[in-house]
């Protein structure tokens, strides 16, 4: 859980500035769009096949 603590003088932008930049360092937005709609086994493979491909491409 990403937690921000309001300083004594800052600014409701800095805040969310910061809480921000936490949210997308801890990939949690990332993990959320990952997860919206179920993915069946065979799309799994198929996503991760993929993957592997283009990884082998640019070594």
Excluded: C, W, Y
């Amino acid at each position: 859980m990403t937690q921000v603590v309001l300083g004594e003088n800052e600014g409701i932008d800095s805040a969310l500035r910061r809480f921000k930049r936490q949210v997308s360092k801890a990939g949690i937005l990332a993990d959320v769009k990952k997860n919206r709609h179920f993915e069946t086994p065979q799309e799994k493979r198929k996503r991760k096949a993929v993957a592997a491909r283009r990884k082998k491409r640019f070594r």
